[in-house]
């Protein structure tokens, strides 16, 4: 997806947070976190890269591409986006019962309201007979553009209240911990759009974890399994050959079973590896649609269950990371150190018709070194080069169905860089 010429893209996004700390005892804390921002955005894009996009305005540049008038392209779109939010978070941490009862409590609010219009143009033949004045003699063979827009206003509130309860009883040598959380959230959401409503979706979630420290605190191991049901679960599908026009509605019932593990080890002094796994299986156990399986589309209020041939978006079945940091010795200045890591995810679909956006499975190879710690006047300097997908591996960061084809945008190729941080 690249910015055109006509108008390229123009955002502005302004913000502040400010966290206050209160100690009110050597065992009590009270947080206040607040935050605001807001986002106003003027962008054009061509997702289509269409072959004429270089005759936009100027002179033709090549022959073939004289033939269609400047400002052809297959799919191009105007997007306008304002967008502000705020909230409020009050938590008050610590511990009682000589340390063995630790607890953290709190308080949240968030709202926010926001403005989202698109105008995309479908051009199947990438001839814009919008385009002012004839400018080719295949000007008359031109067929209207499908012109399509639409409007969304939204708002969101959303209050919470919540706590976490950590108690170690005086047993297995202070070994085990058993963690208690509750947490009860209020959310209002409400938009106003050209497309029809849906009910609210509601989710049922379960999980069991452990927590452990092992070998004398040289092995950290975590893991927790999962379970969510949804019912009315909302999904949205683009509704091809616009890809314009976005459809919200209710799936039906779905659930997702899981389970993921954390591994940190010290295999020397210097040497730290790092480790995780995550497995979902989620499936649609119902979906009503108005299209088939098989494409057929329904007409007169009528659906069909397709729950068989629909994918729970953003769920790759596997994922795994493996990393490897080592602290060279010997430094006086600072800590020297050189990491190397590793990420592999399976397959996985970016919409519930998997099979016309999805991605397959990838692998990203990554490596830096960080010089920390450095003395600089009153604070210190942090230095890292770094280096992400060195086998400059081609995989799909999103993509979206367009009836026959898929438009996409790339992941990011191999790429190098430099940071430096000053922290005082």
Same mark, same amino acid.
């Given at each position: 997806m690249a910015a055109g010429d006509n108008g390229g893209i123009d955002d502005e996004v302004g913000g502040h947070a400010l966290t206050v700390t209160w100690?009110?005892?050597?065992?009590?804390?009270?947080?206040?976190?607040?935050?605001?921002?807001?986002?106003?955005?003027?962008n054009y894009y061509d997702y289509g890269a269409s072959v004429n996009h270089a005759n936009r305005f100027g002179a033709m540049v090549q022959p073939l591409r004289s033939f269609m008038p400047r400002g052809s392209e297959i799919l191009d779109a105007f997007a306008r986006h304002e967008q502000w939010q705020l909230s409020q978070e009050f938590q008050l941490v610590g511990d009682a019962l000589a340390d063995r009862l630790e607890y953290a409590v709190g308080v949240y609010y968030f709202k926010e309201q926001g403005w989202d219009r698109q105008e995309p143009q479908n051009n199947v033949l990438a001839l814009n007979a919008l385009a002012s004045g004839p400018q080719s003699p295949a000007y008359a063979l031109m067929l209207p553009a499908i012109w399509t827009w639409f409007d969304v206003r939204a708002k969101s509130e959303s209050q919470a209240v919540y706590g976490q309860f950590t108690c170690t009883p005086a047993t297995l040598e202070d070994r085990l911990h058993l963690t208690l959380g509750l947490r009860y959230t209020e959310d209002e959401r409400s938009a106003r759009k050209s497309s029809r409503s849906f009910d609210p979706e509601e989710l049922s979630a379960y999980e069991l974890g452990i927590k452990s420290d092992l070998l004398s605190d040289r092995l950290r191991l975590n893991a927790a399994v999962f379970h969510y049901g949804y019912d009315d679960m909302q999904v949205d599908q683009n509704i091809p050959p616009n890809i314009g026009v976005t459809r919200t509605s209710n799936a039906g019932k779905a659930? %997702?079973?899981?389970?993921?593990?954390? @591994?940190? &080890? =010290? /295999?020397?002094?210097?040497?730290t590896l790092t480790a995780s796994y995550g497995y979902l299986d989620a499936d649609f156990e119902e979906f009503l649609d108005t299209q088939t399986c098989d494409g057929r589309n329904l007409f007169g209020g009528l659906t069909e269950d397709v729950s068989a041939c629909r994918d729970v978006a953003a769920s790759p079945k596997h994922t795994c990371s493996v990393a490897l940091e080592y602290m060279l010795p010997g430094v006086t200045v600072?800590?020297?150190?050189?990491?190397?890591?590793?990420?592999?995810?399976?397959?996985?679909?970016?919409?519930?018709?998997?099979?016309?956006?999805?991605?397959?499975?990838?692998?990203?190879?990554?490596?830096?070194?960080?010089?920390?710690? %450095?003395?600089?006047?009153?604070?210190? @300097?942090? &230095? =890292? /080069?770094?280096?992400?997908?060195?086998?400059?591996?081609?995989?799909?960061?999103?993509?979206?169905?367009?009836?026959?084809?898929?438009?996409?945008?790339?992941?990011?190729?191999?790429?190098?860089?430099i940071d430096l941080a000053w922290e005082f």
């Open positions: 100690d009110i005892d050597e065992s009590t804390d009270f947080k206040s976190i607040s935050s605001h921002r807001e986002l106003r955005s003027r659930k %997702i079973d899981g389970a993921e593990i954390d @591994l940190t &080890a =010290l /295999l020397m002094d210097e040497l600072g800590e020297l150190s050189a990491r190397v890591d590793y990420h592999w995810q399976a397959e996985s679909a970016f919409a519930v018709r998997g099979g016309w956006a999805g991605r397959d499975a990838f692998e990203l190879v990554g490596a830096s070194l960080q010089w920390a710690g %450095i003395p600089l006047g009153s604070g210190e @300097l942090r &230095a =890292l /080069l770094w280096g992400r997908n060195l086998a400059d591996e081609e995989y799909f960061g999103h993509a979206m169905s367009f009836g026959v084809f898929q438009l996409a945008t790339f992941g990011e190729p191999r790429s190098y860089g």
